[in-house]
């Protein structure tokens, strides 16, 4: 069982947006703003999109973004594309072991 | 531009012990910038961090991995190595190398991953 929660799967039509939530407790989530968000794609490394809670790398696009209230987090994908299908992962530090925390992972399809 | 590189036996037996080296080509482990990490994922499943080490040497370790886990850096060959005891087909996974800044708690670069596969 991971520590932080996420949906196994969403779905979502080109151009609709989906969000995608990452639950965790005060020791992780919502005690720190070191919130991540990662894409990876079948056979690959996974990659970096959103680090803490809501900051986009160099060269993610601005359709990526992410946000959190309380013990939840959130990663919003806007205008959906066929290249967005892929698994996302969260992960937070968490101070109870110092540590780092994922979430199971989400399976989003594009429909 | 800086990459990082797994490298390591793809089959170990059960209740021997894995090893693995992180190479960084294009760049330097001796950054005091960075922590470097190694990430797992099992087969169809998902991530699970196991620990990071700073080019000083100092490390965190995963609790629930810590009594079996040693993470050494060798600034000398920009290079820093896993050791996993007492492995179980429970430790069969993609082994990745990754950099997290200092500051943070993302990890910004990953290694291609390796496939570590524990059968007798």
């Known amino acids: 069982q991971s520590a932080l929660t996420q949906p196994a799967s969403v779905s979502g039509s080109p151009g609709q947006s989906i969000t995608i939530s990452c639950t965790g407790t005060?020791?992780?989530?919502?005690?720190?703003?070191?919130v991540s968000w990662y894409q990876q794609h079948p056979g690959r490394a996974p990659k970096l999109m959103i680090y803490d809670v809501s900051n986009r790398p160099s060269g993610v696009s601005n359709r990526f973004s992410g946000s959190k209230f309380g013990n939840t987090a959130s990663l919003t994908i806007s205008g959906l594309q066929a290249e967005d299908e892929a698994d996302y992962y969260c992960s937070s530090y968490a101070s109870s072991s110092t540590s780092v925390v994922f979430g199971g992972g989400t399976k989003l399809t594009v429909l | 531009q800086l990459q990082l590189q797994e490298s390591g036996p793809g089959l170990v037996k059960p209740s021997e012990t894995l090893s693995l080296t992180c190479t960084a080509p294009?760049?330097?482990?001796?950054?005091?910038?960075?922590?470097w990490a190694w990430i797992r994922q099992p087969p169809g499943k998902g991530l699970e961090w196991i620990g990071n080490?700073?080019?000083?040497?100092?490390?965190y370790y995963n609790p629930s991995l810590k009594s079996r886990v040693t993470i050494s850096v060798d600034t000398s060959k920009n290079q820093f190595s896993l050791k996993l005891t007492s492995v179980t087909a429970a430790d069969t996974a993609v082994y990745y190398c990754a950099r997290r800044g200092v500051r943070g708690w993302d990890f910004d670069l990953w290694g291609r991953g390796t496939l570590v596969t524990v059968s007798s």
């Open positions: 294009g760049g330097s482990i001796s950054s005091s910038s960075y922590y």
């Open positions: 080490i700073y080019y000083s040497g100092s490390t």
């Open positions: 005060n020791s992780d989530v919502g005690g720190y703003n070191y």
